[in-house]
């Protein structure tokens, strides 16, 4: 799951920087990613994890595994750190796996019992909305086949909601908590967010762009409101926290179904949290809130996340990483990345006298600037990364912009 999420930050960073280490510590990830594909004998099946003997892995995976596998390979994809050859070994392993989730009706296939499956990306709330229509939005970007595109407006406008609600209706609402799983947990709504993000980015339609664009929004301004938990958390706290997973046997017992699979994990973390007081403290307060920044810091309105800046800072110079157990704090490196990226200006142009202006941006836009009123003139979206040069044609009617794709 992480290592797919993680690679939104490797690869904002390798863009802003073209840090080398950086391209490797990606390639490390997608390394990881094909690995996890290679497990088991199941077309579809992303593990979770394996053990130690290098083989080993639970049987089970999940709509939450499956989307950061595809969002991560994209993302690597997309902001053009493959060679052309690894490009399309990673074009290749990614269709294959979206052509076995299509045969399964898009639910995420088990490699073994106790379930055939575990979990989908039809579910008619925000668990589901952004998640199909991106799959299919990439297939078409990787394949150029155009029936994939006609399957993306399909799902987009598709009614799954109550009150005949749409995929673009739950997108443009944005991310949602489940009060199932608890009272605030960005850390699993962020991935429908990052889908939401690339759908953003993929787009078009100036219609279906907008509403992506306000969904964006919406999930930012929900997620800001976990950004202040950072400050529940005591650095130098000495709670005891226990390493030793294996303390959740205790409330292991055979499955045979999905459901009982969800019990026993249910109570195994019940009894997990009982010996290690602080395994929670930060699961509530390290994990909501750096996942949160994140969130925060995949809206497109730079103005908006500028609004939130000192907040997100806040968040990211709060923790002493080097004293925390769990790994789940590593979205901050995104929101940080992220950050460097919003609205920095990168490039202008001035017209012949000196009365209007062209500027290019790390947010991927272009904006035309009428300098004797001191004020924006327009704005133009379309790149989908930053904008590296722009000019001006000499009667000032066409201005041309280069970004590093596209």
Same mark, same amino acid.
């Given at each position: /799951?992480?290592?797919?999420?993680?690679?939104?930050?490797?690869?904002?960073?390798?863009?802003?920087?073209?840090?080398?280490?950086?391209?490797?510590? =990606?390639?490390?990830?997608?390394? #990881?990613?094909?690995? @996890?594909?290679?497990?088991?004998?199941?077309? #579809? $099946?992303?593990?979770?994890?394996?053990?130690?003997?290098?083989?080993?892995?639970?049987?089970?995976?999940?709509?939450?595994?499956?989307?950061?596998?595809?969002?991560?390979?994209?993302?690597?994809?997309?902001?053009?750190?493959?060679?052309?050859?690894?490009?399309?070994?990673?074009?290749?392993?990614?269709?294959?796996?979206? =052509?076995?989730?299509?045969?399964?009706?898009?639910?995420?296939?088990?490699?073994?019992?106790?379930?055939?499956?575990? +979990?989908? $990306?039809?579910?008619?709330?925000?668990? *589901?909305?952004?998640?199909?229509?991106?799959? /299919?939005?990439?297939?078409?970007?990787?394949? +150029?086949? *155009? %029936?994939?595109?006609?399957?993306?407006?399909? =799902?987009?406008?598709? &009614?799954?909601?109550?009150?005949?609600?749409?995929?673009?209706?739950?997108?443009?609402?944005?991310?949602? !908590?489940? &009060?199932?799983? *608890?009272?605030?947990?960005?850390?699993? +709504?962020?991935? #429908?967010?990052?889908? @939401?993000?690339? @759908?953003?980015?993929?787009?078009?339609?100036?219609? @279906?762009?907008?509403?992506?664009?306000?969904?964006?929004?919406?999930?930012?301004?929900?997620?800001?409101?976990?950004? &202040?938990?950072?400050?529940? !958390?005591?650095?130098? *706290?000495?709670?005891? $926290?226990?390493?030793?997973?294996?303390?959740?046997?205790? =409330?292991?017992?055979?499955? %045979?179904?999905?459901?009982?699979?969800?019990?026993?994990?249910?109570?195994?973390?019940?009894?997990?949290?009982?010996?290690?007081?602080?395994? %929670?403290?930060?699961?509530?307060?390290?994990?909501?809130?750096? !996942?949160?920044?994140?969130?925060?810091?995949?809206?497109?309105?730079?103005?908006?996340?500028?609004?939130?800046?000192?907040?997100?800072?806040?968040?990211?110079?709060?923790?002493?990483?080097?004293?925390?157990?769990?790994?789940?704090? !590593?979205?901050?490196?995104?929101?940080?990345?992220?950050?460097?990226?919003?609205?920095?200006?990168?490039?202008? #142009?001035?017209?012949?006298?000196?009365?209007?202006?062209?500027?290019?941006?790390?947010?991927?836009?272009?904006?035309?600037?009428?300098?004797?009123?001191?004020?924006?003139?327009?704005?133009?979206? +379309?790149?989908?990364?930053?904008?590296?040069?722009?000019?001006?044609?000499?009667?000032?009617?066409?201005?041309?912009?280069?970004?590093?794709?596209?």
């Amino acid at each position: /799951m992480f290592n797919g999420l993680y690679l939104d930050a490797l690869c904002t960073c390798w863009k802003l920087t073209r840090s080398d280490d950086a391209r490797a510590k =990606a390639r490390r990830l997608v390394d #990881g990613l094909l690995f @996890l594909a290679s497990l088991g004998n199941t077309p #579809g $099946f992303i593990a979770r994890g394996v053990a130690t003997d290098g083989a080993t892995t639970y049987p089970m995976g999940s709509n939450d595994q499956t989307t950061p596998w595809l969002y991560g390979i994209w993302r690597y994809l997309r902001d053009g750190l493959s060679e052309p050859a690894e490009r399309e070994q990673l074009v290749s392993r990614f269709v294959e796996v979206v =052509a076995a989730l299509d045969r399964c009706g898009w639910r995420m296939p088990c490699d073994g019992g106790p379930s055939p499956y575990r +979990g989908t $990306f039809t579910h008619s709330t925000w668990e *589901g909305a952004p998640r199909l229509p991106f799959v /299919m939005k990439v297939m078409h970007e990787l394949t +150029g086949d *155009g %029936h994939w595109q006609q399957r993306h407006l399909d =799902a987009v406008h598709e &009614p799954v909601g109550k009150a005949g609600c749409t995929r673009l209706d739950l997108c443009r609402t944005g991310m949602v !908590f489940d &009060p199932g799983q *608890g009272l605030r947990h960005s850390w699993t +709504g962020s991935e #429908g967010v990052a889908c @939401l993000r690339a @759908l953003w980015e993929l787009e078009t339609d100036a219609a @279906l762009r907008a509403a992506y664009t306000q969904g964006l929004r919406a999930s930012a301004e929900l997620a800001a409101q976990s950004l &202040p938990l950072c400050a529940e !958390f005591d650095v130098d *706290g000495a709670q005891h $926290f226990e390493p030793n997973w294996r303390v959740m046997n205790e =409330a292991w017992q055979p499955q %045979h179904s999905e459901a009982d699979a969800v019990a026993v994990a249910n109570a195994g973390l019940r009894v997990q949290h009982r010996a290690s007081p602080r395994l %929670h403290l930060e699961k509530d307060y390290v994990r909501e809130p750096c !996942f949160a920044a994140w969130v925060v810091t995949l809206c497109p309105d730079a103005r908006f996340v500028a609004q939130h800046q000192e907040a997100l800072c806040t968040v990211l110079r709060h923790y002493r990483y080097d004293r925390l157990h769990l790994s789940q704090f !590593f979205p901050v490196e995104s929101a940080w990345w992220r950050l460097q990226a919003t609205g920095t200006v990168t490039s202008v #142009g001035l017209t012949a006298d000196g009365a209007g202006a062209v500027s290019g941006s790390d947010d991927g836009t272009v904006r035309l600037w009428d300098l004797k009123q001191r004020r924006g003139a327009a704005t133009f979206e +379309g790149h989908s990364a930053r904008v590296l040069s722009v000019g001006l044609s000499a009667d000032e009617a066409w201005a041309v912009s280069g970004s590093y794709t596209r």
